[in-house]
């Protein structure tokens, strides 16, 4: 079955990085845009990054162009958002999300805390 696993969140100072990471399996990842989400405390969820299935087609919320760079390796399976120059805003918890025909699947999610 569809499984997607986030992992590289942690705790860092304002103005640091991350690189989150999220592996898939059960389905032809070379065959299906990804994206990641994030929810803040209290906040609902939204959408942060997208990339298509080749991940030549990227897109991003305003609020992280020129920090975050999403990317996807298929011969590993695997996602990922490189996060630079963080901030306190930026502290959520992370998702990478599929749509297959319409039916979403979601991972449990990586803790982001930035503070100093």
């Known amino acids: 079955q569809v499984q997607l696993v986030e992992s590289g969140g942690g705790l860092v100072q304002p103005g640091g990085s991350l690189r989150l990471s999220c592996a898939a399996s059960?389905?032809?990842?070379?065959?299906?845009?990804m994206s990641w989400y994030r929810q803040a405390p209290g906040k609902e969820r939204e959408l942060v990054a997208g990339?298509?299935?080749?991940?030549?087609?990227?897109s991003y919320v305003d609020s992280v162009k020129g920090r975050f760079t999403i990317s996807r390796d298929n011969a590993k399976n695997t996602m990922y958002l490189q996060m630079n120059s963080l901030k306190p805003e930026d502290t959520a918890v992370y998702y990478c999300?599929?749509?297959?025909?319409?039916?979403?699947?979601w991972g449990k999610g990586t803790l982001v805390t930035v503070s100093s």
């Open positions: 999300r599929l749509n297959i025909g319409g039916r979403l699947y």
């Open positions: 990339i298509g299935n080749t991940g030549r087609v990227t």
């Open positions: 059960g389905f032809t990842f070379s065959s299906y845009a």
